[in-house]
């Protein structure tokens, strides 16, 4: 079983940074794959990034790839995403997730409650 908290959410400009956390329970997160997704109001929840639980592999959505980073600190269990050059649609709710198999395809079975990021123009 696998707790996961958010935090790191907020107001932005367009053009600035945040960085959001998510802290696991438990002692096995350093053998999940950690994701992150993002839902705006009226719209699906989507997959933004992913790290993998063994080599640090990363991937991201096409949005994400080239101004947001994904990593991981597996003595903190924790997992982050560095978002810069943020944009308004960006603006959503992210979670992050804990799951198993390829960081490109995993299966998640334990998500966050969110937290809000909010890009204004």
């Known amino acids: 079983q696998v707790q996961l908290v958010e935090s790191g959410g907020g107001l932005v400009q367009a053009g600035g940074s945040l960085r959001l956390s998510c802290a696991a329970s438990?002692?096995?997160?350093?053998?999940?794959?950690m994701g992150w997704f993002r839902q705006a109001p009226g719209k699906e929840r989507n997959f933004v990034a992913a790290?993998?639980?063994?080599?640090?592999?990363?991937y991201y959505s096409d949005n994400a790839k080239g101004r947001w980073t994904i990593s991981r600190d597996n003595a903190k269990n924790t997992v982050y995403l560095q978002m810069n050059s943020l944009k308004p649609e960006d603006t959503a709710v992210y979670y992050c997730a804990a799951g198993q198999s390829r960081v490109r395809d995993a299966l998640y079975g334990y998500w966050g409650q969110g937290t809000q990021v909010t890009v204004s123009s």
């Open positions: 790290i993998s639980a063994s080599d640090g592999s990363t």
């Open positions: 438990g002692r096995t997160f350093s053998t999940y794959v």
